[in-house]
């Protein structure tokens, strides 16, 4: 009896669809049998996961705050590796939005209410910032053919040193300086009123606030699309993505695109930046163990690689990671394992991944001594 | 070989073939491009497995499971596309494929190695470097080191596949002479080519493949050119000729001046061209690969910039590395690597046929998807495109239609210069009948052509003038009637001059 | 003469420099035959902390716990690095997504996080871990005293590898099967060279090293565990690996240049040597000079001929087509 692995002539349609939700059922099974050698109960701990995700008084008010940084890192991540441009570096370029849009937020806002000018003001700043975090990489690889992975990534560390800096070791604009507590324990200056943003509040699980900055990612994510699909801009980076040599016959000025696509990138993830001063914590938030701890930026490749980079699915799948996050902090404690959100998403990236191949190729079974071929039967997808 | 059948997704490619050859002889197995030569010789070789069938080698049933088994069993093969490690040297190479002997060993030597590649280059006239690395050899010395790794391995079975495509006509014949004294040993070569002439001259019997079945096995005292050919084809088919035409004194369109560009390793590739083509006029540059030729392509087309020279259409001087200047001056550009440069494969049918003109056709920053799709029904069924649809990927098509995609892409517009690069390499032959024909049509409503082809029939058959590429310089052909010349050419030598490169 | 900075420079430098030496080999294997794994901080982290596991758990003698410590990581390693090879190898999924996928996975938040928080390793100090091997006369021999002979065993067992990795490599029949893979799969295939064998197994080499490497940190540099000790080490070594050209001795030069670097920003505050924002300038300092580095590296031409493997990040299929 014999494998093999036959290429399809077109992928079916369905499969679109079926290869990420059946990865997130495998993840889930799989991640039942480690809970299991280890002591839990998976059935209490999928249902207390999903209360606390979704369910819960509150819940959904606390995904969204997950969601909403989420989806804004599936976005930067999915514009970029669209294009085999392999951006790692969104959560550093989130950082920096944040610096740059709480510092807008700090010197325009002032009294009042929530101000549209200082708003709009905070979210160009953000963006700006990422995407000139993002342009560093992206110069580096159009003019000096280096590899984009690495330096992004590397970056994000250096940007996490600079964000603990400006608040826990000097005494820089960011930081709080009056008040009694300021000396003992260093926070970030809080917003003015003006630059706090404003959310719409639904009479749902007794009040729930949707950010403004999930309008925001939502935005983005149209703008992306469009950018895209129906954009010269877009049809360049997919030809750039597909094939250099093709993109050069094309007459594609190759570095611009570059340059162009790690900036849009970044402008989305420092977007999300600003997005998590303004909607969240109304200050620069420095410290290592709050925002650089949670890996949003390395979550949202999971989030873009699940959507397969389309961005409506990014903030789709972002809002459901998110609702895992958000258990998975919520209910962090003795009973419940830390660390088990990471290992569910990568089991799902890795389905994911695997099963990518199903929808590429076919799996077939046939006996080799006989002249007759078994129908052409496909290994299921890994769902059990 | 008996009954050997293979099935791809969509084509039968072998079907129910019987093939034998014998020790002692050299056996040539003839057929067009696409008629399943290569694919039998990949199941002889252990790459492939057959769908039915099974092999004998002397006598005994075999069953390849892998080229590791073939090997072992003596079988060898020099591919088309040589399987060789381009960093390592030649001794590594042939250190990598053996295990029997002295290199079964765990630690290596490979200069032990290098003085039985002294040895076995001397004996069958096939000299070639042991420390030298791979990339460093030119195509035909590269050809050298596979057919040497054969003869180390001690090959009781030795298949060439298309091995004179990559030779001057000099080299073929003391190719040729190689092999016929490696049969006289008792080995058996097999000779896979798809050219008559080829097949007259170095073989003892042949074997005619047509669309995956065997149509006859003759010994080849007794077959003519014309009774292989209509074996091979199936019916007569009249080759192109190019018609002698009076061009006038027209002035040249496409001026190119003391050119140079550098190639991938950043050496020069093309070293101080000058040409002029006419409008209407056919100009086909001959050599072996490897020689510019493609470098000069790219360069005029504007996706290679030149370092040094000029390059005019109609006068106007266009700017170094800018294929939108050049595509908009008018110069097309057919290149010789379909699929990963004259094509996107991932994208659709309809979006590469924009892949050059898509900011004319955009309205702003927007595509113009709908107006799109018509385009590419239009063109499919202009171009006669054998296409399920506007929307099917590139990658899917076969060689000849989307060679035909890109001949409808590039013949769009205002058409002055068209540059071909093997046009129709890997293709059959009426998808070849047809290219020939679309790049005559091009010459005759006035566009000046320059075609670069590795295949000399080709070149005979459409040109006005022959100039011939060897490293990177050109020199023009006086006599184009002259096989001689051509080939002596090719090796870089000018004839009437006595002294050897 | 053994207290100047210079000094304790180097021979911290040796000692931060070893788990990023014992990765980049790992890496530098499986890239040789083409694989590149991204997941190297995760492989280390898992490594990390089931060595440590091991040394609180097992009650023997000192030697005979670390020495199982080792081998438990190397294995917790492997199999981290089996999940990517699967993909990778078998499956032909796209290989930088699932080195981050693995990275995600067994990382900070991930697998290594469960299994240190699940098993109580936090905030505990180690029950054993490795000290300078050498007597302490030789130790304080000037210079080479703290650099070459103040080290621990882990260290030397370094040295050993490089050299073994490096003769494997260059001296070896299987070693040039690797590098024919690596560069021509197609090639190495048709000589009968069984090119997935080759990949698997230096993708596994490769985890095992990363598993050795992050149970270096545990149990020799700071004898503890936290949630994401490496900080990015595994990143800095696959970096390495580009920045050695791909070849064992330089790894060693580099690992240590970069050890040197994350030693530098302690060694100063000791001192009391103040140079402006000195935390920010020198905890940065080994991610920036690696982003220089690979700048220069990448950008000249040399990097055409003493480059990566040709088909390194290239899915292998033998085509039927």
Redesign the interface.
């Given at each position: 009896m014999r494998i093999s692995v036959e290429q399809r002539l077109r992928r079916p349609r369905w499969l679109t669809v079926a290869v990420p939700f059946g990865s997130v059922v495998f993840a889930f099974l799989v991640a039942a049998v480690v809970l299991v050698a280890t002591g839990h109960d998976p059935v209490s701990t999928y249902h207390q996961l999903f209360d606390a995700a979704f369910l819960e008084k509150q819940s959904i008010d606390q995904t969204l705050i997950v969601a909403t940084p989420l989806a804004f890192m599936g976005l930067a991540a999915a514009a970029a590796f669209r294009m085999k441009l392999y951006n790692i570096g969104a959560e550093g370029q989130m950082y920096l939005g944040a610096i740059t849009g709480a510092a807008a937020g700090l010197y325009l806002g002032g009294r009042g209410g929530p101000s549209a000018f200082v708003i709009a003001a905070m979210v160009v700043a953000g963006a700006a910032g990422g995407a000139g975090w993002a342009l560093i990489p992206g110069v580096l690889r159009a003019f000096f053919r280096t590899n984009e992975i690495l330096t992004s990534l590397l970056l994000n560390y250096v940007a996490g040193l600079i964000l603990t800096y400006l608040i826990f070791e000097s005494e820089s604009y960011w930081r709080q300086t009056k008040g009694f507590n300021a000396t003992v324990f260093p926070t970030g200056k809080p917003l003015p009123h003006s630059a706090v943003w404003p959310g719409w509040t639904l009479h749902v699980q007794g009040g729930t606030t949707i950010p403004l900055g999930a309008f925001f990612a939502l935005l983005a994510a149209a703008v992306l699309w469009l950018l895209y699909k129906r954009t010269r801009f877009g049809f360049e980076a997919q030809v750039l993505g597909d094939s250099q040599r093709a993109a050069r016959y094309a007459g594609v000025r190759m570095r611009r695109k570059i340059l162009a696509v790690m900036a849009v990138s970044g402008a989305i993830a420092g977007l999300g930046g600003a997005s998590q001063v303004g909607d969240f914590s109304h200050a620069l938030d420095g410290d290592p163990n709050g925002l650089q701890k949670i890996g949003y930026g390395y979550t949202g490749i999971v989030v873009a690689a699940l959507g397969r980079y389309n961005p409506f699915a990014a903030v789709l799948i972002a809002f459901l990671l998110g609702g895992l996050e958000n258990a998975g902090n919520t209910l962090q404690g003795p009973s419940f394992p830390a660390g088990l959100v990471g290992v569910i998403q990568g089991i799902i990236l890795f389905s994911a991944l695997g099963g990518e191949i199903l929808s590429r190729h076919r799996v077939r079974i046939t006996r080799k001594s006989t002249h007759v071929t078994a129908a052409p039967a496909r290994a299921p997808e890994p769902a059990a | 070989m008996r009954e050997i059948t293979k099935r791809?997704?969509?084509v039968v490619a072998n079907d129910g073939v019987d093939f034998e050859a014998a020790g002692g002889e050299v056996h040539a197995l003839l057929g067009e491009n696409g008629a399943g030569k290569t694919t039998l010789s990949h199941i002889l070789?252990g790459?492939?497995?057959a769908?039915?069938g099974q092999i004998f080698l002397s006598g005994e049933p075999v069953a390849f499971q892998?080229?590791?088994?073939a090997?072992?069993a003596g079988v060898c093969?020099v591919?088309q596309h040589?399987?060789?490690?381009?960093?390592?040297t030649v001794a590594?190479?042939l250190?990598?494929?053996d295990?029997r002997g002295a290199?079964r060993?765990?630690?290596?030597d490979p200069r032990a190695v290098e003085s039985q590649v002294r040895e076995l280059g001397r004996r069958y006239h096939l000299p070639v470097d042991p420390h030298a690395r791979i990339w460093q050899l030119s195509v035909g010395e590269q050809q050298r080191v596979e057919i040497l790794n054969a003869l180390y391995q001690d090959a009781r079975v030795l298949i060439l596949d298309e091995p004179t495509a990559v030779l001057t006509p000099e080299e073929s014949e003391t190719l040729f002479t190689t092999l016929r004294e490696i049969a006289a040993e008792g080995r058996t070569v097999i000779f896979i080519s798809h050219k008559l002439h080829e097949v007259k001259a170095v073989s003892d019997r042949v074997t005619v493949l047509r669309a995956g079945k065997v149509i006859a096995t003759v010994r080849t005292t007794d077959a003519t050119p014309q009774s292989l050919a209509s074996l091979m084809i199936g019916h007569d088919v009249e080759a192109t000729q190019r018609t002698a035409r009076d061009l006038g004194g027209e002035g040249a369109v496409l001026e190119v001046r003391d050119v140079w560009a550098d190639g991938d390793?950043?050496a020069p590739a093309v070293k101080g061209i000058s040409l002029a083509v006419r409008a209407g006029e056919i100009v086909a540059v001959a050599g072996v690969a490897g020689n510019g030729q493609r470098e000069l392509a790219e360069t005029i087309?504007g996706?290679r910039p030149s370092t040094k020279g000029a390059i005019r259409v109609d006068g106007r001087l266009l700017k170094r590395g800018d294929?939108?200047a050049a595509?908009d001056a008018g110069i097309r550009?057919v290149?010789e690597?379909r699929l990963?440069?004259?094509?996107?494969?991932?994208?659709s049918l309809a979006?590469n046929l924009?892949?050059?003109s898509?900011?004319e056709s955009?309205l702003g920053?927007?595509?113009r998807?709908r107006r799109m799709r018509a385009n590419a029904e239009k063109a499919i069924e202009e171009f006669d495109i054998r296409a399920p649809g506007p929307d099917v990927q590139a990658a899917?098509l076969s060689g000849g239609n989307l060679q035909k995609v890109v001949i409808a892409r590039e013949f769009s517009g205002e058409m002055k210069v068209l540059i071909a690069a093997s046009p129709t390499r890997g293709l059959d032959v009426s998808a070849v009948a047809t290219v020939h024909s679309y790049l005559l049509q091009a010459a005759g409503r006035g566009t000046a052509v320059l075609l670069l082809s590795e295949d000399l029939d080709e070149i005979l058959a459409l040109n006005d003038r022959i100039v011939v590429m060897y490293e990177g310089e050109l020199s023009e052909v006086v006599d184009r009637e002259s096989i001689e010349e051509i080939g002596l050419r090719m090796a870089g030598e000018t004839p009437g001059s006595s002294d050897s490169a | 003469m053994n207290d100047s900075l210079l000094v304790v420079l180097i021979a911290s430098g040796v000692a931060y420099g070893t788990p990023l030496l014992f990765a980049a080999l790992g890496e530098l294997l499986a890239e040789r035959s083409g694989v590149l794994n991204l997941g190297v901080e995760g492989m280390m982290l898992v490594g990390a902390v089931m060595g440590f596991w091991t040394v609180e758990r097992v009650h023997a003698n000192t030697g005979l716990t670390l020495a199982l410590a080792i081998v438990i990581a190397a294995v917790a390693g492997t199999v981290m690095a089996t999940i990517h090879a699967f993909l990778v190898i078998t499956l032909r999924a796209n290989q930088i997504v699932s080195g981050l996928a693995l990275t995600i996975f067994a990382g900070a938040v991930g697998l290594s996080s469960y299994l240190g928080n699940n098993l109580k390793l936090a905030d505990v100090p180690a029950a054993h871990s490795f000290h300078t091997l050498l007597p302490k006369g030789m130790q304080n021999l000037p210079v080479v005293g703290p650099i070459l002979f103040g080290q621990n065993i882990l260290v030397y067992a370094s040295w050993l590898c490089v050299i073994a990795v490096g003769l494997y490599l260059s001296r070896t029949r299987p070693g040039l099967n690797v590098r024919a893979v690596g560069e021509s799969p197609a090639a190495a295939d048709t000589m009968g060279i069984n090119v997935t064998a080759y990949r698997y197994a230096h993708t596994l080499a490769g985890g095992a090293f990363a598993g050795i490497a992050g149970a270096t940190i545990t149990l020799a540099i700071t004898p503890q565990w936290v949630d994401g000790i490496t900080y990015g080490a595994g990143w800095i070594a696959i970096a390495l690996v580009i920045f050695a050209f791909w070849r064992p001795e330089l790894c060693l030069v580099g690992a240590y240049f970069f050890g040197a670097l994350q030693a530098l920003a302690p060694q100063l505050q000791a001192r009391n040597i103040s140079l402006g924002p000195t935390v920010l300038w020198s905890n940065s300092l080994p991610y920036v000079m690696t982003v220089l580095v690979l700048v220069v590296v990448s950008s000249g031409t040399a990097r055409r001929r003493l480059g990566a493997p040709a088909a390194l990040g290239v899915a292998y299929v033998r085509e039927e087509h």
């Amino acid at each position: 009896m014999r494998i093999s692995v036959e290429q399809r002539l077109r992928r079916p349609r369905w499969l679109t669809v079926a290869v990420p939700f059946g990865s997130v059922v495998f993840a889930f099974l799989v991640a039942a049998v480690v809970l299991v050698a280890t002591g839990h109960d998976p059935v209490s701990t999928y249902h207390q996961l999903f209360d606390a995700a979704f369910l819960e008084k509150q819940s959904i008010d606390q995904t969204l705050i997950v969601a909403t940084p989420l989806a804004f890192m599936g976005l930067a991540a999915a514009a970029a590796f669209r294009m085999k441009l392999y951006n790692i570096g969104a959560e550093g370029q989130m950082y920096l939005g944040a610096i740059t849009g709480a510092a807008a937020g700090l010197y325009l806002g002032g009294r009042g209410g929530p101000s549209a000018f200082v708003i709009a003001a905070m979210v160009v700043a953000g963006a700006a910032g990422g995407a000139g975090w993002a342009l560093i990489p992206g110069v580096l690889r159009a003019f000096f053919r280096t590899n984009e992975i690495l330096t992004s990534l590397l970056l994000n560390y250096v940007a996490g040193l600079i964000l603990t800096y400006l608040i826990f070791e000097s005494e820089s604009y960011w930081r709080q300086t009056k008040g009694f507590n300021a000396t003992v324990f260093p926070t970030g200056k809080p917003l003015p009123h003006s630059a706090v943003w404003p959310g719409w509040t639904l009479h749902v699980q007794g009040g729930t606030t949707i950010p403004l900055g999930a309008f925001f990612a939502l935005l983005a994510a149209a703008v992306l699309w469009l950018l895209y699909k129906r954009t010269r801009f877009g049809f360049e980076a997919q030809v750039l993505g597909d094939s250099q040599r093709a993109a050069r016959y094309a007459g594609v000025r190759m570095r611009r695109k570059i340059l162009a696509v790690m900036a849009v990138s970044g402008a989305i993830a420092g977007l999300g930046g600003a997005s998590q001063v303004g909607d969240f914590s109304h200050a620069l938030d420095g410290d290592p163990n709050g925002l650089q701890k949670i890996g949003y930026g390395y979550t949202g490749i999971v989030v873009a690689a699940l959507g397969r980079y389309n961005p409506f699915a990014a903030v789709l799948i972002a809002f459901l990671l998110g609702g895992l996050e958000n258990a998975g902090n919520t209910l962090q404690g003795p009973s419940f394992p830390a660390g088990l959100v990471g290992v569910i998403q990568g089991i799902i990236l890795f389905s994911a991944l695997g099963g990518e191949i199903l929808s590429r190729h076919r799996v077939r079974i046939t006996r080799k001594s006989t002249h007759v071929t078994a129908a052409p039967a496909r290994a299921p997808e890994p769902a059990a | 070989m008996r009954e050997i059948t293979k099935r791809f997704p969509g084509v039968v490619a072998n079907d129910g073939v019987d093939f034998e050859a014998a020790g002692g002889e050299v056996h040539a197995l003839l057929g067009e491009n696409g008629a399943g030569k290569t694919t039998l010789s990949h199941i002889l070789t252990g790459l492939y497995h057959a769908d039915e069938g099974q092999i004998f080698l002397s006598g005994e049933p075999v069953a390849f499971q892998s080229p590791r088994d073939a090997i072992d069993a003596g079988v060898c093969m020099v591919h088309q596309h040589f399987r060789l490690v381009e960093r390592f040297t030649v001794a590594e190479n042939l250190v990598l494929g053996d295990r029997r002997g002295a290199g079964r060993r765990f630690r290596i030597d490979p200069r032990a190695v290098e003085s039985q590649v002294r040895e076995l280059g001397r004996r069958y006239h096939l000299p070639v470097d042991p420390h030298a690395r791979i990339w460093q050899l030119s195509v035909g010395e590269q050809q050298r080191v596979e057919i040497l790794n054969a003869l180390y391995q001690d090959a009781r079975v030795l298949i060439l596949d298309e091995p004179t495509a990559v030779l001057t006509p000099e080299e073929s014949e003391t190719l040729f002479t190689t092999l016929r004294e490696i049969a006289a040993e008792g080995r058996t070569v097999i000779f896979i080519s798809h050219k008559l002439h080829e097949v007259k001259a170095v073989s003892d019997r042949v074997t005619v493949l047509r669309a995956g079945k065997v149509i006859a096995t003759v010994r080849t005292t007794d077959a003519t050119p014309q009774s292989l050919a209509s074996l091979m084809i199936g019916h007569d088919v009249e080759a192109t000729q190019r018609t002698a035409r009076d061009l006038g004194g027209e002035g040249a369109v496409l001026e190119v001046r003391d050119v140079w560009a550098d190639g991938d390793r950043g050496a020069p590739a093309v070293k101080g061209i000058s040409l002029a083509v006419r409008a209407g006029e056919i100009v086909a540059v001959a050599g072996v690969a490897g020689n510019g030729q493609r470098e000069l392509a790219e360069t005029i087309a504007g996706v290679r910039p030149s370092t040094k020279g000029a390059i005019r259409v109609d006068g106007r001087l266009l700017k170094r590395g800018d294929v939108r200047a050049a595509f908009d001056a008018g110069i097309r550009y057919v290149p010789e690597d379909r699929l990963g440069t004259g094509v996107s494969p991932s994208l659709s049918l309809a979006m590469n046929l924009e892949l050059r003109s898509y900011r004319e056709s955009s309205l702003g920053p927007f595509l113009r998807l709908r107006r799109m799709r018509a385009n590419a029904e239009k063109a499919i069924e202009e171009f006669d495109i054998r296409a399920p649809g506007p929307d099917v990927q590139a990658a899917n098509l076969s060689g000849g239609n989307l060679q035909k995609v890109v001949i409808a892409r590039e013949f769009s517009g205002e058409m002055k210069v068209l540059i071909a690069a093997s046009p129709t390499r890997g293709l059959d032959v009426s998808a070849v009948a047809t290219v020939h024909s679309y790049l005559l049509q091009a010459a005759g409503r006035g566009t000046a052509v320059l075609l670069l082809s590795e295949d000399l029939d080709e070149i005979l058959a459409l040109n006005d003038r022959i100039v011939v590429m060897y490293e990177g310089e050109l020199s023009e052909v006086v006599d184009r009637e002259s096989i001689e010349e051509i080939g002596l050419r090719m090796a870089g030598e000018t004839p009437g001059s006595s002294d050897s490169a | 003469m053994n207290d100047s900075l210079l000094v304790v420079l180097i021979a911290s430098g040796v000692a931060y420099g070893t788990p990023l030496l014992f990765a980049a080999l790992g890496e530098l294997l499986a890239e040789r035959s083409g694989v590149l794994n991204l997941g190297v901080e995760g492989m280390m982290l898992v490594g990390a902390v089931m060595g440590f596991w091991t040394v609180e758990r097992v009650h023997a003698n000192t030697g005979l716990t670390l020495a199982l410590a080792i081998v438990i990581a190397a294995v917790a390693g492997t199999v981290m690095a089996t999940i990517h090879a699967f993909l990778v190898i078998t499956l032909r999924a796209n290989q930088i997504v699932s080195g981050l996928a693995l990275t995600i996975f067994a990382g900070a938040v991930g697998l290594s996080s469960y299994l240190g928080n699940n098993l109580k390793l936090a905030d505990v100090p180690a029950a054993h871990s490795f000290h300078t091997l050498l007597p302490k006369g030789m130790q304080n021999l000037p210079v080479v005293g703290p650099i070459l002979f103040g080290q621990n065993i882990l260290v030397y067992a370094s040295w050993l590898c490089v050299i073994a990795v490096g003769l494997y490599l260059s001296r070896t029949r299987p070693g040039l099967n690797v590098r024919a893979v690596g560069e021509s799969p197609a090639a190495a295939d048709t000589m009968g060279i069984n090119v997935t064998a080759y990949r698997y197994a230096h993708t596994l080499a490769g985890g095992a090293f990363a598993g050795i490497a992050g149970a270096t940190i545990t149990l020799a540099i700071t004898p503890q565990w936290v949630d994401g000790i490496t900080y990015g080490a595994g990143w800095i070594a696959i970096a390495l690996v580009i920045f050695a050209f791909w070849r064992p001795e330089l790894c060693l030069v580099g690992a240590y240049f970069f050890g040197a670097l994350q030693a530098l920003a302690p060694q100063l505050q000791a001192r009391n040597i103040s140079l402006g924002p000195t935390v920010l300038w020198s905890n940065s300092l080994p991610y920036v000079m690696t982003v220089l580095v690979l700048v220069v590296v990448s950008s000249g031409t040399a990097r055409r001929r003493l480059g990566a493997p040709a088909a390194l990040g290239v899915a292998y299929v033998r085509e039927e087509h």
